[in-house]
């Protein structure tokens, strides 16, 4: 197994997959806590063995918030009197008179003594056992903005808030959630410094476990595989397989199903800021299932779902990098850390300032047909943009309104091109402009490709037969925007995952001429159906529109789309008009 970085939590903590049940320990009660009061704790500062340290209590800081006090304590030994309470030692259990008085939980950047604060052990055993799923969020991305590729520049920096520490207030300090990070890229790197996951280094990987007591150190494994990713703590209590740990949150998720892995600690870096601990992550030997304010809940054995991802990025030479990850799952979370992989894989081949790709994903579906999306990407943003259209994908379908979703697979599939090769729509013009139902029509279009010559291509359309007389707006551009406009004008909202699934199939690329014809608004848009064009006798029975909360009018109704490959991505939008007279008699007079 090949070495991996990790950083630590403000508790970095070692797991065991082999410990011996422990009994539940007695409690010291908040109540009898005063100041002056001595006892110890223990934490793992070189190795596995959990080492005692010297506590004593400074003060209570009560009601920090609603329900909320904290013990506050001065540490010492173990050199904490030289490096200050260290990241890592969250969850790291403090006992007074024999008996488990709390967990270690937060400090103070650049504090000149080890004053750290401690959650009392009766708020961790309120912690409710395991129950539900997960909580799900509102999707950030509509379907609407999907087909239309509209979505926040910062989405990746937004999924990715509820893994950064919770800020804490400013009598409670800060957390210090610290992470482990191993061979992701420099591209990547950079994101997760950003985003304050990456602190310090993972040291390497542990084949075998790690003794799972109190004072142990523990790991969340998020990202596994030929990158990782995890936040580290320190064990507080077990009870017979059941552990409680951290002292404070990871993110407040609530139900939660992540991996627990064991660690060793290889040593400890001082910093004027926040010291922390570097580790070995152990093999995976658990799962934590509940995460709330005052620590996570854990349980040995068992398996917590991990969503594999197998990312191929073709070379020029034939053959292709290949990255395999298997990625925690969770609605809020996995998309983010997805996107990023996809980014680690770009920087791992070499492509990360490509200026031209082609991407394909293949979700694979609990209980329904895989769903396969293509689209190509173009310009100096290229990579960040298909790796926005992944994680505004993936999210949509994590956390669409209609249907719970599982994604038990991602396949991704890119193909770089040396050189950028957009072509912008630049105009479309007819052969005629009047028009008569049946007919065919040809339609020239005029590109712009980037440094290249400028290209024409033709077009042909069949109007419907039976067409209204009237004038029709037609327009004539890449697949994308011709998309964004049928939406616009049918705007119907699917009731049913299914529906909204067909339409993401049916979605084009940019790499697609289309056109799009449209009739004048006689008909009506209502959840799950469009009905462009209505008799009146129809339209009559069904009544008035106006007033009916499932129902409006349409301004404009497709009639006839359709759209063809082009040699490589385009960009641009050209409407046009046509006017539809009646069709000719034998007599050569105009039908009515």
């Known amino acids: 197994m090949r070495p991996r970085l990790l950083f630590a939590l403000l508790g970095a903590a070692a797991l065991s997959v082999a410990a011996a049940g422990a009994s539940e320990t007695a409690i010291f009660p908040l109540s009898e806590v005063r100041p002056g009061l001595a006892g110890y704790g223990l934490s793992v500062f070189s190795g596995i063995e959990p080492q005692r340290f010297e506590v004593e209590v400074v003060g209570v800081l009560q009601r920090v918030s609603p329900g909320t006090s904290y013990v506050l304590a001065r540490l010492s030994g173990q050199g904490l009197e030289r490096t200050g309470v260290i990241a890592g030692m969250s969850g790291s259990p403090v006992y007074f008179d024999g008996r488990l008085a709390g967990a270690v939980a937060f400090a103070y950047q650049f504090a000149k003594e080890a004053v750290a604060g401690i959650t009392p052990i009766e708020a961790m055993r309120a912690i409710p056992p395991p129950a539900g799923s997960a909580t799900a969020a509102a999707a950030p991305v509509a379907l609407a903005d999907l087909v239309a590729q509209r979505w926040p520049a910062d989405l990746l920096e937004r999924m990715l808030a509820p893994l950064a520490a ?20 420099a591209l990547v790197r950079g994101r997760l410094e950003a985003a304050g996951l990456a602190a310090g280094e993972l040291a390497g990987v542990r084949e075998d476990g790690v003794a799972l007591v109190p004072g142990a150190a523990a790991a969340a494994l998020l990202v596994d595989g030929d990158f990782q990713l995890a936040a580290t703590g320190t064990i507080t209590a077990r009870d017979g397989d059941e552990l409680l740990a951290f002292g404070h949150g990871l993110f407040g998720l609530g139900p939660v199903a992540l991996p627990l892995a064991g660690a060793e600690i290889v040593t400890v870096v001082a910093s004027q800021a926040s010291s922390f601990k570097l580790a070995n992550v152990g093999p995976v030997a658990g799962v934590w299932d509940r995460d709330q304010a005052a620590g996570v809940r854990g349980r040995i054995g068992g398996a917590a779902p991990q969503m594999p991802v197998e990312i191929a990025v073709e070379s020029a030479g034939g053959g292709a990098t290949r990255i395999a990850l298997r990625i925690a799952e969770h609605p809020r979370l996995t998309p ?14 070499g ?9 394909e994903l293949r979700f694979r579906l609990a209980g329904a047909p895989p769903l396969t999306l293509r689209q190509s990407f173009d310009g100096p943003g290229a990579t960040n943009e298909a790796m926005l259209w992944q994680l505004a994908l993936q999210t949509y379908l994590t956390l669409n309104p209609l249907a719970p979703v599982r994604i038990e697979a991602l396949e991704v599939g890119v193909r770089p091109h040396p050189e950028p090769r957009l072509a912008t729509v630049v105009a479309a013009r007819p052969e005629r402009t009047v028009v008569r139902p049946g007919e065919r029509l040809a339609i020239d279009v005029a590109l712009a490709p980037h440094r290249r010559p400028g290209e024409r291509r033709r077009l042909e359309l069949t109007l419907p037969a039976g067409l209204p007389p009237g004038r029709y707006p037609l327009w004539v551009g890449d697949g994308v925007s011709v998309d964004a406009v049928r939406l616009t004008l049918e705007p119907a909202d699917p009731l049913r995952f299914e529906a909204a699934r067909a339409l993401l199939a049916g979605l084009a690329g940019r790499d697609e001429l289309a056109l799009l014809l449209a009739a004048p608004g006689r008909g009506v848009a209502a959840p ?4 462009p064009r ?31 490959p082009a040699a490589g991505p385009l960009s641009g939008l050209v409407r046009l008009e046509l006017e539809v007279r009646p069709t000719r008699s034998v007599s050569g007079k105009e039908r009515s």
């Open 166 to 185: 919770p800020a804490g207030s400013a009598a409670a300090g800060r957390p210090g959630l610290l992470w482990a990070a191993s061979g992701w890229p």
């Open 336 to 349: 983010a850390l997805a996107a990023l992989g996809l980014l680690g894989a770009f920087d791992r081949a």
């Open 351 to 359: 492509i990360a300032a490509a200026q031209s790709l082609d991407l």
């Open 528 to 531: 799950g159906e469009t009905l």
């Open 534 to 564: 209505l008799p009146g006798t129809i339209q009559s029975l069904r009544g008035p529109v106006a007033g009916r909360a499932d129902e409006k009018g349409l301004r404009a109704g497709v009639v006839l789309h359709q759209r063809e």
